[in-house]
């Protein structure tokens, strides 16, 4: 952990009040000089710190410039060793991710950027991703085979939808399998990728990208009437990617998500259209079982579970398609 990092987690628990250099100094075992050093390198990165002598430093207001050292400080105390990759733009932060597994980073790593270029949806759609929304990618290492490594899409929702209620007023809901929504819009796309060993055919690491819409106020018109931007209230973005990164690793680890996912799975007990391969299905959706499926009921009356990948779902008309 930089004493960057460490200096502006201070700052931010200090709630505005100073800290004085010595105690920086003392605290982190560096000279004063160090500290002034990192002050400076903070505010070139767009943080506001007030200085005065024999008081200290404050933090004034907060920047949304995306860094790893603003992600880290906010990361709780045992989750700063984190391997943070901070990008002004790239490709896709999938795509980064992936690059830094075959160049041998074995621990969990986290790309964030402030803009793709050509950021990836599911089925092989682009994400519309501009500057200033928060696009991330945390890859880890695993080993389970497909069926068990694709239900962590669905904890990728919901580690979005507990950031977003735990910094803001708003109360997001989730599209089966992984699509954030709010007021009926789609606020937040998620894809999960797995990097696989050819002779075992198990999956070694797992790669999930998320795009927060969250500084997107001009969307192309073919994406207005179906997707939103979340209001932050000046939460910066760097407490967004430590928030849902943090619960996303907690998930990981074993921390059960499921019930969390199904309280706010809005399309549980709605008449749906299940569409495979063009064929379009009319169920309803009565539950998300231990392994993430969808359990629909037929006209029938029978039942079946819809995995992952499989399909894709939308409310039928007059129910508030989305």
Known sequence: MSLKSDILSELQKSGGAPVSGQELSARFGV??????????ALRRDGYDIASSTNIGYALVAESDALTAEGVRAALAENRRALDIEALSETNSTNNEAKRLIAEGRDESVLVVSDRQTAGKGRLGRSFFSPKGSLYMSLAFRVDTDIADAVKLT?????????????????????????????????????????????????????????????????????????????????????????????????????????????????????????????????????????????????????????????ISIRLRQGENEK
């Open 154 to 310: 669905t904890a990728a929702a919901v580690a979005v939808a507990l950031a977003v209620e735990e910094l803001t007023p708003l109360r997001p809901q989730i599209k089966w399998v992984n699509d954030v929504y709010l007021d009926g819009k789609k606020i937040c796309g998620i894809l999960t990728e797995g990097v696989t060993d050819i002779e075992s055919g198990r999956v070694t690491h797992m790669i999930i990208g998320i795009g927060l819409n969250c500084g997107t106020e001009d969307f192309p018109p073919e994406l207005r009437d179906i997707a939103a931007n979340i209001d932050r209230g000046g939460v910066s973005r760097c407490r967004f990617a430590a928030a849902i990164a943090s619960h996303l690793l907690d998930f990981v680890e074993g921390a059960p998500f499921l019930e969390l996912y199904r309280e706010r799975c809005f399309v549980l007990g709605r008449e749906i259209n299940c569409i495979q391969n063009g064929v379009v299905t009319p169920a309803t959706a009565v539950a998300v079982d231990d392994s993430g499926a969808l359990v629909v009921r037929l006209a029938d009356g029978s039942l079946r579970a819809l995995s992952t990948g499989e």
């Open 31 to 40: 000279s004063r000089s160090a500290v002034w050093k990192a002050v400076n």
